[in-house]
């Protein structure tokens, strides 16, 4: 099955892209003043930045303290979420709401510091944070999807990488309920082709979310992401319609 979905200006959409670089302060002088030219005309950009620095005033809340285990990721996110196999991507949902926002807020706050790791207290777990120094996790992407027509819901994408994996992070809110054995299906898109990226189950308040492991998939180029409903979690092509995409 063949997405067709429309890719908007290309010039626009680099002039969206350094939301991150600049609230990280990694933008020379004169694309800062670009950027902020830019922002007075793009009302998109000025709501995404928003929320972001709102998730931003959010994170010392974020949190609640978790023992560290090993691997930079785990370390840096708290392990507040389950990972999703690469090889049965379909199979993992995540229900509870507690991880989404410390997920997504840990996962920004690597990017804007560029050489975060986790602080554990004492003896061997010190040597072994500072074995893991190298394997620090940079975000490669960070967007936020667009409703389609007279849908509600909003929808947040992080491309995660370090030396040794890259993961896809997804969270959504504001989701309808399901019906049976329906599921939120996301898919990457390469030129229209859709490819699996994880599926989730939202909870009663409407949040959902999922991390699918990209290792795999690291030749491809994606132009696109997207969110369908789909009847359940078996679906290998899309069959619900687009309710939240993005090009990338």
């Known amino acids: 099955m063949h997405l067709d979905i429309k890719e908007g200006n290309t010039l626009e ?5 350094p939301i991150l670089d600049y609230m990280n302060g990694q933008l020379s002088d004169m694309d800062k003043k670009r950027f902020e030219k830019h922002l007075t005309g793009c009302e998109e950009c000025r709501n995404e930045l928003d929320e972001w620095q709102r998730l931003m005033q959010d ?9 560290p285990p090993i691997g930079m990721k785990e370390r840096i996110l708290g392990n507040v979420f389950t990972e999703e196999p690469a090889a049965e991507p379909a199979k ?6 507690n991880w989404l926002k410390p997920m997504l807020a840990a996962a920004l706050f690597l990017s804007l510091l560029g050489n975060v790791y986790a602080v554990v207290n004492s ?11 190298n394997a620090i996790d940079k975000v490669e992407k960070a967007v936020s999807l667009k409703a389609s027509d007279h849908i509600q819901s909003n929808a947040k994408a992080l491309m995660i990488k370090n ?6 992070v997804v969270h959504a809110d504001k989701l309808d309920k399901m019906k049976g054995k329906e599921v939120y299906q996301v898919w990457l898109l ?8 994880g599926s989730f189950v939202p909870n ?11 290792d795999s998939f690291r030749s491809h180029k994606w132009d696109t992401i997207a969110i369908t409903l789909e009847p359940d979690e078996k679906s290998q092509t899309p069959k619900g319609n687009i309710l939240l995409s993005k090009p990338l």
């Open 123 to 133: 003896g061997s777990q010190k040597n072994t944070a500072t074995e893991q120094v």
């Open 190 to 197: 390469e030129k229209g082709k859709p490819y699996r990226a």
């Open 163 to 168: 030396d040794t994996s890259l993961e896809l």
């Open 13 to 17: 959409k680099k002039t969206c892209e």
């Open 92 to 97: 993992k949902a995540a229900r509870e709401n």
């Open 59 to 67: 994170l010392p809340f974020a949190s609640e303290p978790i023992e």
């Open 204 to 214: 009663d308040s409407g949040e959902g979310g999922v991390v699918f492991k990209l």
